[in-house]
């Protein structure tokens, strides 16, 4: 078992810019995080947007920028949500894993696609 990255595309909805990066796969952080030079790159200015409070791995409370909407795509699925500013590296977290149905293999190393739903993503309702 290791540390486990995949390489995703993130854009800009409203200014339809798109990248491929790198990210982190984190199935016990929440939600999207870039650096702010990427969200800089996909054009967020990023003293302009709402903050976000967050609570740190080690207990400590900062607020961070929230950009959005921002549309993220893995193999051929993509979702929709926004990202914190935070960090010095991509990380892909639970939420949108979750939204795009996708499983973390940590022998392997590797992020995939659900086998239990290949060609739609399943989302539990209940």
């Known amino acids: 078992m290791g540390?486990?990255?995949a390489e995703i595309g993130i854009e800009n909805?409203?200014?339809k810019r798109r990248m491929t990066i790198k990210a982190l796969v984190?199935?016990?952080s929440v939600f999207l995080t870039v650096p702010e030079h990427l969200a800089v790159q996909l054009g967020f200015d990023?003293?302009?947007v709402d903050q976000r409070e967050v609570v740190l791995v080690d207990g400590s409370r900062k607020a961070v920028p929230m950009?959005?909407?921002l549309r993220?795509?893995?193999s051929e699925r993509y979702c929709d949500l926004s990202a914190l500013v935070l960090g010095d590296e991509p990380l892909i977290g639970a939420v949108p894993m979750e939204m795009m149905d996708l499983v973390?293999?940590?022998a392997s190393q590797t992020l995939s696609v659900?086998?239990?739903s290949p060609f739609v993503p399943v989302a539990l309702a209940k």
């Open 26 to 28: 984190d199935s016990g």
């Open 3 to 5: 540390i486990t990255y």
């Open 46 to 48: 990023t003293s302009e």
């Open 67 to 69: 950009i959005g909407p």
């Open 13 to 15: 909805l409203f200014l």
């Open 72 to 74: 993220v795509h893995f």
């Open 104 to 106: 973390v293999h940590p």
């Open 114 to 116: 659900n086998p239990a």
